[in-house]
Antibody
């Protein structure tokens, strides 16, 4: 069974940093592009960042470009999101999802991890 | 970037009603469109992909149609379990984008 398990969320002050992780199992990690999607409290879904399955090409939403860095460790089947210069508007539940060979919709989602940016 | 616009933002309906939600893309996305259902406090669930393909395990009362820039999600006979928020999403290219959501409420 395909499983995605996020961790690393928590409370951080504005301007601070946090690193999220997504441990994956039940599928061949290297054949899936990986993605972060977030949802602010009471708001809709927002795609944040993605990384391709093969050469590790990265993609970012304009709202996080230059502040967030996505990476993957194929030996550990783990996806990361390094978040720097955090702002109040980054407060959200962050979900990890995957896409087979960097195409298609999000069939599988993790349970999410909450990031709260507040002083 | 491709903008996705859903309408309506809120919809009030009764059990047994036929419900239609519209999603418009700012440019053609062929059929690279998905629909998700989300209930409060829960993870989004994929319902429809490639505009009209039903995800495994999803009831047949859900259907999708459209191509290019205009898409619809239809629930043929609304059930109590269907009261939720629905999102469309394009996956024609990066940045991937979602619509703003349609909340289906009990009338």
């Amino acid at each position: 069974e395909m499983q995605l398990l996020e961790s690393g969320g928590g409370l951080v002050q504005p301007g601070g940093s946090l690193r999220l992780s997504c441990a994956s199992s039940g599928f061949t990690f290297t054949t899936y592009a990986m993605t972060w999607v977030r949802q602010a409290p009471g708001k809709g879904l927002e795609w944040v960042s993605g990384i391709s399955h093969s050469v590790g090409t990265t993609y970012y939403a304009d709202s996080v470009k230059g502040r967030f860095t996505v990476s993957r460790d194929n030996s550990r089947n783990t996806l990361y999101l390094q978040m720097n210069s955090l702002r109040a508007e980054d407060t959200a539940v962050y979900y990890c999802t995957n896409r087979y060979v960097n195409s298609g919709p999000f069939h599988y989602w993790g349970q999410g991890t909450l990031v709260t940016v507040s002083s | 970037d491709i903008q996705m616009t859903q309408s309506p933002s809120t919809l009030s309906a009764s059990v047994g009603d036929r419900v239609t939600i519209t999603c418009r893309a700012s440019q053609s996305i062929s059929s690279w469109l998905a629909w998700y259902q989300q209930k409060p406090g829960k993870v989004p669930k994929l319902l429809i992909y490639k505009a009209s393909s039903l995800e495994s395990g999803v009831p047949s009362r859900f259907s999708g149609s459209g191509s290019g820039t205009e898409f619809t999600l239809t629930i043929s006979s609304l059930q109590p379990d269907d009261f939720a928020t629905y999102y469309c999403q394009q996956y024609d290219g990066y940045p991937l984008t979602f619509g703003g959501g349609t909340k289906v409420e009990i009338k």
